[in-house]
């Protein structure tokens, strides 16, 4: 993208002199506080105000397909050759497993250590079986079918992420073999198309506070203080597991790889409080494809592995599945041996993958799971359905996070990410020089009456190794 966009949305993250209230994430935080006081002060209103969530996660939901095809179409061309792309593709399918190996690991020890569920047989007493219904998957032939789509169109269509990703990586693949001459003006209308795209999801951004504020005191309005003292136990204790995988997992890597994962978080922050709110980790990828590229990594690492581990690497989502199976199964009193666990583990690690990552995502494919076992009560899912709301705004997160330390991780693995410029991003107070034209570029930036928020999308122009 141009450079000047980039210098506004830099100086409009770094300058001190912005107000607080016109930060996108401090509005997003506002309304999370704004929608449980409204959700416990006025229930029966507060239970109408769905539809605002709903329509902003429908609007994220109708920009991600397309910004993910053309994100991972743009990173492979700019790869310059297949071998350059599929070097980083083994690396960050590699990392994907092994982390969403240790999340669903982690979670089914914690379910069985924790003992989470018993004792609330009376209330899968009056649980409806409906809302557990959802098409099972019929095994690893299928699946394989089902992520080849069958039409280019309809994958779109259908918001089915595995197939996009598939289409998008034989595109991209396809574009390596025109000659270079011609690539590069094929790379010119990507970034040109790419640019309109996230204008579209940065006017929808500005609506995330509205959004946050409906599905918030939706979830709070409906459920009710009942409920969720009733489900504490299973929601306190997913939320610290989750947390301890993040600071354990995620902060070992982190060390592993060379940077701070608390300085880390403190540079996504924003997103992060977009998650939290809305629940979805969607929200937070126009803005991860910028920050991520900024930070120092190459933007063909950026633009193949934060997309593709949107479909792959879902350790929040992981960690819930494995807690919820054993949930349900001491509700129930179901005893799970070590053999059927180790075999829903296995199930889990292929249904896991391509799980839909706008709210209520995780939670269809966990239906799926839960009905593939033949062992376990369907009945005993709309338990967690009463707090799945309150769980996805931590399964998102994690995934968020799981997702965007992977794609600096695979950088630093593949030597696409240059520390040098990582320093200055995660420590600005030990280059305050960078401050002085961040400054002058505030002037522009609001003489030319951008608002806060997403800035533009991939081609950044940042001095990085092996790019432009």
């Known amino acids: 993208m141009q ?91 590699v990392y994907f497993e092994v982390i969403s190996s240790i999340a669903l690991v982690l979670g089914m020890a914690a379910g069985n250590l924790l003992q989470t569920g018993k004792g609330m047989a009376h209330l899968a007493a009056g649980a409806a079986p409906a809302v557990a219904k959802a098409a099972a998957p019929q095994g690893f ?50 970034n040109t198309i790419s640019e309109v795209l996230f204008s579209f999801i940065n006017l929808v951004m500005k609506l995330a506070p509205i959004g946050t504020f409906g599905a918030v005191a939706y979830s709070v309005g409906s459920n009710g203080s009942a409920v969720l003292l009733a489900l504490a136990e299973l929601v306190l204790s997913f939320y610290a597991v989750v947390i301890l995988f993040m600071v354990v997992v995620f902060g070992t890597v982190s ?95 292929l249904t896991s993958k391509g799980a839909a990552t706008v709210s209520g995502g995780s939670f269809v494919v966990f239906a799926a799971t839960v009905t593939t076992t033949g062992v376990l009560p369907v009945e005993g899912l709309a338990i967690i359905f009463g707090v799945y709301r309150f769980l996805s705004m931590a399964i998102a997160t994690c995934n968020t996070i799981g997702n965007s330390v992977a794609t600096v991780v695979v950088a630093r693995w593949s030597g696409t990410f240059d520390a040098s410029i990582a320093q200055r991003e995660l420590y600005p107070e030990r280059y305050p020089e960078a401050e002085i034209p961040a400054a002058k570029s505030v002037a522009v930036a609001r003489r030319d009456g951008q608002a806060s928020g997403v800035s533009q999308p991939a081609g950044i122009a940042t001095s990085r190794r092996g790019t432009v």
């Not at 959700?39 to 507060?46: E, Q, W």
């Not at 109708?62 to 980083?88: C, E, K, N, Q, Y």
């Not at 269509?157 to 000659?179: C, D, H, N, S, T």
């Not at 937070?284 to 990594?297: D, S, T, V």
């Open 3 to 93: 450079n000047e966009s980039i210098s506004k949305h830099d100086a409009q993250a770094r300058s001190p002199r912005q107000p607080w209230y016109r930060r996108l994430g401090m509005q997003v935080l506002l309304a999370l506080v704004l929608g449980i006081v409204a959700g416990f002060a006025f229930p029966h209103a507060a239970s109408q105000l769905k539809v605002l969530g709903d329509l902003f996660l429908s609007l994220i939901k109708a920009g991600v397909a397309p910004l993910v095809f053309l994100t991972i179409v743009h990173g492979i061309a700019s790869a310059g050759d297949a071998r350059s792309a599929g070097r980083v593709g083994w690396r960050s399918l």
């Open 141 to 190: 032939t299928q699946f394989l079918m089902h992520i080849v789509p069958d039409n280019f169109v309809g994958a779109f269509a259908k918001g089915e992420l595995l197939q996009v990703v598939v289409l998008a990586v034989m595109v991209g693949i396809g574009i390596l073999a025109i000659p270079e001459d011609r690539r590069a003006k094929v790379n010119d209308g990507l």
């Open 255 to 349: 060390r592993l790889a060379g940077f701070n994962f608390w300085r880390f978080l403190r540079y996504i922050k924003d997103e992060i409080l977009i998650v939290l709110g809305t629940a979805s980790s969607e929200s937070a990828l126009p803005g991860l494809l910028i920050k991520l590229q900024r930070l120092g990594c190459a933007q063909q690492t950026v633009g193949l592995v934060l997309p593709t581990g949107y479909a792959f690497n879902l350790d929040g989502t992981s960690i819930f599945m494995a807690m919820g199976v054993m949930f349900i199964s001491h509700a129930y009193g179901v005893p799970l041996t070590l053999e059927h666990q180790f075999g829903i583990l296995l199930l889990m690690l």
